[in-house]
Structures are given as C-alpha cells and as structure tokens.
C-alpha cells in the first residue's frame, strides 16, 4: 500500500511539475512575442520617417524646378520684348537704303548720259590736240583721256550725290508714312520653333514601360511617328527630337496619351497613332478655314485652306511658317490699302505665298515652283502666282499686291532675331561680302556689322575724296548683289577721314 501511496504521490508531483514547466514556457513565448511586436513598430516607425523625409526632399526638388521654370519663362518673356522693340528701331535704319534703291536706276542713267557727252568731249580735244600740237593721235589720246577721266569722275560723284539728297527728301516722308503704317497698325508676335518637344512623366518607372520588354515599344514608337526619342537620366521628362514639326507634335500628343492610360503595348500605340492623326487632320482644316475667314478671303481650295492649316507645323531657321504668312498677309494688305491696291488679293497673295513650304517635306523641289504649281492647279489669281515668284526674286513684282507681299516678306523674315542661320553659311556669307569691299582701291579696312547687314568700309582719305566714296559705296553694293545671296538688304557705309600730325619741338 505504501508502495502504491508512493507511486501516486510521485506522479502527482511529476504533473505538478510539468505544468509549472508548460507555465514557464507559455511566459516565455509571451515575452518572445512581446518583444517581437516592439521591433516590429520600431520598424514601421523608421519606415514612415523614412517615406516622410523621401517626401520632403521630393516637395523640395519640385518648388526649387517650378521656381526655375518661372525663372526662364520670366527671361524669355523679355527677350520677346526685347525684340518687339529692335523691330521700330530697324525701322528707322531701312529708310535710307530703300530710299536710294528706289532713286538708284535714275542715277546711274544720268551717269551714263554724263559719259557720252564727256566722250564726245574728248573726240573734240584729239582733234585740236592733233592739231595744233603735232602730236600723235595716241599721245594726244592719253593725254586728254587722263585728264577727261579725273574730271567726269569726280562731276558725275558730285551729281549723284546731290541727286540723292534731293531724292531723299522728295521720298523719304512717302516711305516713312507707308512703313509706318503698316508696321504701327500690325504687332505680330514671334517665337522661335525648338527642335525637340518634353513629354512631363510623374513616374520614372513609366520609362520602363515606354522602353517596353526588349525594347518593344519604343521601337514601335520611332517607327510609327518618324521621331527621335530619348530617355536619359532626366528626371520625369521623356525628350523628343524631329525637325518636322508635323510629326513632332503628334508624337507629343500619343506620348501624354499613353502615359494617361497607362496600357503601353505595340497594339494600343497603333490604336492611339491613329485615332491622333485623324484628330489632327482634322484640326488643320479647321485650323486653316478659321485663316481664312479672319483675313476675309473667298473661294479659296479645300486642299489649299488645309496645307494652310499645315504651315502651323512648318518652320524656316525657327521661324514658324503660318505666323510668317499671317503677318506678311496683314502687312501687304496695310501698304497695298496705302498705295491704292486691292486690300484682300494683297492678303490673299501674303498667306499663299510660302504655301509650297508645307509641300517640301513630303516632295522634292523649291518652295517657290510648288508653291506656284499647286496654286495654278487650283486656279488662284496671277498677282498670287507672281508673288510667289517675286519675293525670292525669281520674278519681277508685275502689281501693286505682289510689290506689297515682296516688302511685307522682307519686314517679316529680315530683321535681326526673326530667324536662325546655319552657322557655317553665315560666316561665309559675312566673309564673301568683307572680301568683295577690300578687293576695292583705296581701302584700308573692312568690318562686317549688325549680323551681317550692314558693312563698314575705312577708305584712304588721301587716295578718295567725298565724291568719290559715293561712287565707291554703290560699286560695293551693286557687287554684293550680284555674287551675294542674302535675305533682305545690305547697308554699304565708306567712311574717309584725313587726319594731319604734326610735332612740336
């Protein structure tokens, strides 16, 4: 019994301490899960912090990039104005050279009628030279020759010199009151077209999927809408490159679509190409229609008014091609109202009159002859066709309207700023005319100034007086028009200046 007594007592403390075991590991697991649960919202709560201070860094690059834009929009804004305030200034300087351009046939024709009578002169002399001197008939010849030579030169630079000045001041209030008005009655805006467009991007995770699986997407992408597109390691933007504006800008558009949608696959950016370019036919025949009616004009071509609309998406050394075109139509139409032309065919002929350049991407040849070969296929009027032929100079102005679109094609494309130059062209252009100035006797230096529009020649005083330096100015001139091919005008100014040293001892 007492064996059994024993048994149970040793199994109830065996029970007792189990439980008291199982007791103290049940603590433990609680202390474990206890001090899990700590480290676990330590965690969390440096996560947070750490998507806090991500945040605040991101809201900080942003202010600081949007700052920067204002900055540069602040600064174009500017130098927009600038601009608008070197057009008056320009202005002013072409009244003289359009002046003497219009006086100078008349000049040189007197010039002429000057030397034949100087000839027969000098017929006369030989004969009394011969004469009464004994002299030979060459000897005699030489002689008078030499003599007549000096003379006439320097009479026939005296005549054209005062000839101009009367013709300045008979043309000059004519000129100023023509320009004036229409330049003072049309403030045309200009912005230079860029050659890439940025397409803004929240995420840059979304240049992956524009990349695509194995370059899928973008390759699809480039060849679709003919552009270049570059994804670099700028932040949120995606960089598109094309010189056709056209194309440009409807890959701009299914850029902003697809990152909008979000599905990015060879399918859909077919889809989204297509359902574009029909919105943006769409909207250069409005587009060109909406021209159309603001400029007053009828019975203009369907095909006509959309290569209208498409000029939008044209552009020459940066300057939009339908702006261009809007501004020549109203400043023809200002001076053709002031010189006693038909208002809207001057119009008419200034908005067509660069239509080919919406023709030249897609078609070999000038903008001139297609220009003139769609406007005859359409039927348009002969002023119009001989506008587009004569503000290139491929044809003389044969109206007041055509005459009006040459001068309003020269205000708008020539001055300084309006356009970008290839570089290279430039410079040969400046050296070309620098060149054919010291090619001339009696020069001593040459400078090329005012973005090439206007030459500064330093004569020798000695060697060519006042007169003379007249003569000079418009043999330069008439040179550089004739081996020069440049856009608007050239200022010839020779300058003589004698100065006398002297030492006192």
Do not use: W
């Amino acid at each position: 019994m007492s064996g059994v007594a024993g048994f149970f007592i040793a199994k109830k403390m065996e029970v007792a301490n189990y439980e008291i075991h199982i007791a103290q590991a049940k603590a433990k697991a609680k202390a474990i899960e206890h001090e899990a649960e700590l480290v676990l919202s330590n965690s969390n709560i440096k996560i947070k912090e750490a998507e806090l201070e991500a945040k605040r860094k991101y809201e900080d690059r942003t202010i600081a990039l949007k700052k920067e834009h204002s900055e540069k929009m602040l600064e174009l804004e500017k130098k927009e104005r600038g601009y608008k305030d070197e057009l008056k200034k320009i202005t002013k300087e072409r009244e003289e050279i359009q002046t003497i351009q219009n006086s100078a046939n008349s000049l040189f024709e007197e010039g002429r009628n000057l030397q034949e009578m100087y000839r027969a002169k000098v017929d006369e002399a030989l004969l009394v030279l011969e004469r009464s001197s004994g002299l030979t008939q060459n000897e005699a010849k030489e002689i008078v020759l030499a003599k007549v030579e000096e003379q006439s030169r320097a009479e026939i630079a005296h005549t054209v010199r005062r000839l101009e000045e009367e013709a300045k001041q008979d043309i000059k209030r004519r000129v100023n009151y023509i320009l004036a008005q229409a330049t003072t009655r049309f403030a045309g805006e200009f912005a230079a077209e860029r050659l890439i467009n940025v397409v803004n991007i929240k995420d840059d995770e979304l240049k992956g999927r524009i990349i695509g699986k194995e370059g899928r997407n973008i390759k699809t992408l480039e060849m679709l809408l003919g552009v270049d597109i570059i994804i670099d390691d700028t932040p949120n933007a995606i960089i598109l490159s094309s010189f056709n504006l056209y194309r440009r800008a409807i890959a701009t558009k299914v850029i902003e679509l697809l990152v909008q949608d979000g599905r990015i696959q060879p399918a859909r950016i077919e889809g989204i190409y297509e359902k574009v370019k029909d919105e943006f036919d769409h909207s250069l025949m409005e587009e060109g229609e909406n021209i159309v009616i603001d400029l007053g004009l009828t019975k203009v071509h369907p095909e006509l008014v959309k290569l209208i609309g498409r000029l939008k998406f044209r552009a020459s050394y940066g300057q939009n091609a339908l702006g261009h075109s809007l501004e020549v139509a109203h400043l023809a139409g200002i001076i053709a109202a002031e010189t006693g032309g038909d208002v809207l065919l001057a119009r008419r002929a200034g908005i067509l009159h660069d239509i080919g350049k919406a023709l030249t991407h897609e078609t070999a040849g000038s903008h001139v002859d297609l220009g003139a070969e769609i406007c005859r296929r359409y039927k348009e009027h002969d002023v119009v066709i001989n506008a587009i032929y004569a503000h290139h100079g491929h044809e003389e102005p044969t109206s007041v309207e055509s005459a009006a679109v040459c001068a309003a094609d020269t205000l708008s494309a020539a001055r300084p700023g309006a356009r970008r130059e290839v570089l290279e062209s430039f410079l040969k252009r400046v050296q070309d005319i620098e060149d054919i100035a010291k090619s001339k006797p009696g020069i001593k230096q040459v400078y090329a100034i005012n973005a090439g529009r206007e030459i500064r020649v330093i004569a020798n005083a000695k060697l060519i007086n006042d007169d003379e330096a007249v003569l000079l100015a418009k043999e330069i001139a008439q040179e550089i028009e004739s081996k020069v091919q440049y856009p608007g005008e050239i200022k010839v100014n020779v300058i003589r200046e004698l100065r006398a040293i002297d030492f006192a001892r």
